[in-house]
T-cell receptor, first 115, second 110 residues
Framework: GAVVSQHPSWVICKSGTSVKIECRSL??????MFWYRQFPKQSLMLMAT?????????EQGVEKDKFLINHASLTLSTLTVTSAHPEDSSFYIC???????????FGDGTRLSIL | GQQVMQIPQYQHVQEGEDFTTYCNSS?????IQWYKQRPGGHPVFLIQ?????EVKKQKRLTFQFGEAKKNSSLHITATQTTDVGTYFC??????????FGTGTSLTVIP
């Protein structure tokens, strides 16, 4: 149980393109979802906390107009990287929890490469 | 933002030796979680500690939460090759969010 699906796994696109990443909890309802960014061999950096039906809470230094988060239902959150540039290339990973505070269940992540 | 540091950054041990990673926060934590991430994989939840001074055990793993709720440790007894991976602590903030530590990469030499 507690499976989180993240799609797509890999994205390669041109600079200036907007990219949408989906995070779905498949067998549970997620009160909260989190979006992280992870650089090679480094830790997970929290970007934003997403609650269903409300605006996401962004961490300091994360541009909300750049990284649009929508949490439309208790099983789906999306992250849209708008007008992506090479510096946005990274590994983005989401997690979901059933209730706070509780275990985070992670998706497999999305490798984003901007050319 | 909240900073959660872990030491050591890397640890190489001979199989059968013990291993400990330490987690320190600049602020008091509401709770702390521990995760294990294998190369190429996503973090997998190990445990959550909530109470000051709490100690929990999972087979060869012992987790501790400090009295001041600003530090934590994970101790593995008699490491095995299956213990290889990066261990992260994640400190609970004032909301529902968690801040991951810098991680400790464990290599176990057979």
């Amino acid at each position: 149980g507690a499976v989180v699906s993240q799609h797509p796994s890999w994205v390669i696109c041109k600079s200036g393109t907007s990219v949408k990443i989906e995070c779905r909890s498949l067998d549970f309802q997620a009160t909260t979802m989190f979006w992280y960014r992870q650089f090679p061999k480094q830790s997970l950096m929290l970007m934003a906390t997403s609650n269903e039906g409300s605006k996401a809470t962004y961490e300091q230094g994360v541009e909300k107009d750049k990284f649009l988060i929508n949490h439309a239902s208790l099983t789906l959150s999306t992250l849209t990287v708008t007008s992506a540039h090479p510096e946005d290339s990274s590994f983005y990973i989401c997690s979901a929890i059933m209730a706070a505070p509780g275990p985070q269940h992670f998706g497999d992540g999305t490798r984003l490469s901007i050319l | 933002g909240q900073q959660v540091m872990q030491i050591p950054q890397y640890q190489h041990v001979q199989e059968g030796e013990d291993f400990t990673t330490y987690c320190n926060s600049s602020t008091t934590l509401s709770n702390i979680q521990w995760y294990k991430q294998r190369p190429g994989g996503h973090p997998v939840f190990l445990i959550q500690l909530v109470k000051s001074g709490e100690v929990k055990k999972q087979k060869r793993l012992t987790f501790q939460f400090g009295e001041a709720k600003k530090n934590s440790s994970l101790h593995i007894t008699a490491t095995q090759t299956t213990d290889v991976g990066t261990y992260f602590c994640a400190g609970g903030g004032t909301g529902n969010q968690f801040y991951f530590g810098t991680g400790t990469s464990l290599t176990v030499i057979p």
